[in-house]
């Protein structure tokens, strides 16, 4: 019945300690790619579902969002355009206007062009409200984090995104990114100030960046999951010596 019994204990042990702290997006590649040092030739494009506001200095009637490019409550409450699912948005006086695929002042350049027709020399301002990225792992508050600036370093971005979280590995800070369906990863370590503006990537829309765990933080989950681990297999192990018991 004693073999019985061990049995039984090493079942239930894997159901107990099978689970443990994994990090996301593991990668044998470390360095940063040569693709993210290009970032200054690359200019984000309107897409769909991108929320578009338009500001026209002294036709506010005309406008919709913010004043003079200046961010507005009223962004919040959906004061803004939406671009649909054929790439337009419906602009007051204009009607439907195709800005997908648009930088943000291409859009500036075509729609000054078309107001001219009603106003002298029209001042316009075009933002996109909702150019976010992600923001995950060992920080105090990760999640999405709009970007406001049109540039934006790494550095700003973590400084916008507040504080690691203790267990943060900054030796193997990663920022993520797709493009053209291809996914490209940095791996940068923050703990030493060598190469600090190589270090220094412009983040875009759309970016990941995520900061993986120490290894310390697997192990302390796991000393403090054993602890009420072990009284739990030690009841088990005193229902199961009654039940193999002879």
């Not at 204990?9 to 994994?22: R, V």
């Not at 419906?90 to 695929?101: A, R």
Request: proline share 4%.
């Amino acid at each position: 019945m004693k073999t019985n019994y061990h049995i039984f204990i090493y079942i239930i042990m894997p159901f107990f300690l099978g689970s443990c702290t994994q990090n996301l997006f593991q990668s044998k590649k470390k360095g940063i790619d040569p693709v993210f040092y290009q970032s200054d030739s690359l200019t984000y494009t309107i897409k769909k579902d991108d929320k578009i506001s338009i500001s026209i200095w002294g036709h506010d009637d005309l406008g919709v969002g913010s004043i003079y490019g200046i961010y507005n409550s009223n962004e919040v409450y959906g004061k803004w355009l939406m671009v649909d699912k054929n790439g337009f948005i419906d602009v007051p006086k204009l009607g439907q206007f195709q800005i997908e695929g648009l930088s943000v002042r291409e859009a500036e350049i075509t729609l000054t062009k078309q107001f001219s027709t009603w106003i002298k020399e029209p001042i316009i301002n075009v933002k996109v409200l909702n150019k976010e990225i992600t923001v995950l792992g060992e920080f105090t508050s990760p999640g999405k984090l709009g970007l406001e600036r049109d540039k934006n370093q790494l550095i700003d971005v973590l400084g916008f995104a507040g504080d690691f979280d203790f267990y943060a590995d900054k030796s193997d800070i990663q920022v993520i990114r797709e493009i053209d369906g291809e996914t490209y990863v940095a791996h940068i370590d923050l703990t030493t100030i060598d190469g600090y503006h190589e270090k220094n990537i412009a983040i875009l829309p759309g970016d990941v960046v995520y900061a993986p765990s120490r290894k310390g933080k697997t192990f302390d989950k796991k000393v403090t999951t054993l602890i009420p681990i072990g009284s739990a297999v030690s009841t088990l192990a005193i229902i199961a010596s009654f039940i193999f018991e002879p």
